[in-house]
């Protein structure tokens, strides 16, 4: 359970998410997607990072999302990997 972060639309129906970014504490990229449909946990982030599972911790996500309106929005938030 739980094996992926992604976005999903609540909301709004999305488009198409441009990025989403993920960081760890030092601001090092561990992960990135581009242009990619949300409410699919596949296309998200699993947790690696170069072939090995992160130690917990947190992590920082950005991502701009476009919206089905023509609307687009920045988000960003933050993530905590449990073992």
Do not use: C
Not at 40 to 57: D, K, Y
């Amino acid at each position: 359970m739980n094996d992926y972060f992604t976005l999903y639309a609540v909301n709004k129906s999305i488009e198409e998410i441009e990025y989403l970014k993920i960081y760890d504490r030092w601001g090092s990229l561990v992960f990135q997607n581009d242009h990619f449909i949300s409410d699919t946990p596949e296309l998200g982030w699993n947790g690696i990072f170069q072939g090995v599972n992160v130690s917990p911790g947190v992590f920082v996500f950005t991502a701009i999302v476009h919206y089905l309106d023509g609307s687009s929005e920045r988000i960003s938030g933050d993530i905590t990997v449990l073992k």
